[in-house]
């Protein structure tokens, strides 16, 4: 029995199908990676600006909460000289108040995304800055109450001059190391320490 097979005896056209069948499952294959690795290159990406963005906003709320206690005010002339000084100062805050919430409203959002990735604990890192917003909040509302803006007529107010110092401490800021931006400080850190490992891996 002959075993030699000569080449005009090869299938042509089944060798064709069967090498574009291989050729094509390679491609596949080759796509199929390379697809899975720009798809991990994308969601790095993606995270890594989350986590920057979350460290960047922190910080701008940061600022906006120390711009809340800005001592310096400028009272309008006029106000003052029309008996409206009270009213004025507090305008003043509430502008000041204003650009904070619209900037922790924005660091809001992107604390829901970074809750959807990393889940509670990202989103817990953040409760530090939120509570000292409610400590700045509270302690001008007392300010002003102390001052007598919301007293009704004939009401007692206690401002005591230890309560009013006290107050101030959050109310005003003095420097970086006052106690109050201490601790503005550490929860701006809680956010520093979760998100700067995932933007130094980058």
């Known amino acids: 029995m002959n075993l030699c097979v000569t080449i005009s005896e090869i299938n042509w056209s089944l060798t064709k199908d069967v090498i574009s069948i291989i ?74 108040l204003s650009k904070l919430y619209k ?3 924005e660091l809001q959002t992107i604390r829901l995304e970074t809750k959807v990735i990393w889940s509670e604990q990202a989103h817990s890192v953040f409760n530090g800055l939120q509570e000292r917003i409610g400590d700045v909040r509270g302690a001008i509302w007392l300010h002003f109450w102390m001052k007598g803006a919301y007293a009704g007529h004939g009401a007692t107010v206690d401002n005591s001059r230890q309560r009013v110092i006290e107050n101030d401490k959050i109310v005003y800021f ?4 006052d106690d109050f931006s201490q601790k503005i400080a550490e929860s701006v850190r809680s956010v520093e320490n979760f998100f700067s490992p995932k933007v130094s891996r980058k």
């Not at 003095?174 to 190391?177: A, G």
């Open 23 to 96: 050729g094509t499952l390679g491609a596949l294959i080759i796509g199929g990676l390379g697809l899975f690795t720009w798809s991990r290159q994308l969601k790095g990406t993606s995270e890594y600006e989350l986590a920057k963005k979350a460290i960047l906003v922190t910080y701008e709320v940061q600022q906006a909460l120390q711009s809340v206690r800005n001592p310096m005010i400028y009272l309008s002339k006029e106000e003052v000289e029309a008996g409206c000084r009270l009213q004025e100062e507090q305008r003043i805050y509430e502008e000041r």
């Open 103 to 105: 900037k922790w409203a």
């Open 174 to 177: 003095s420097s970086e190391n």
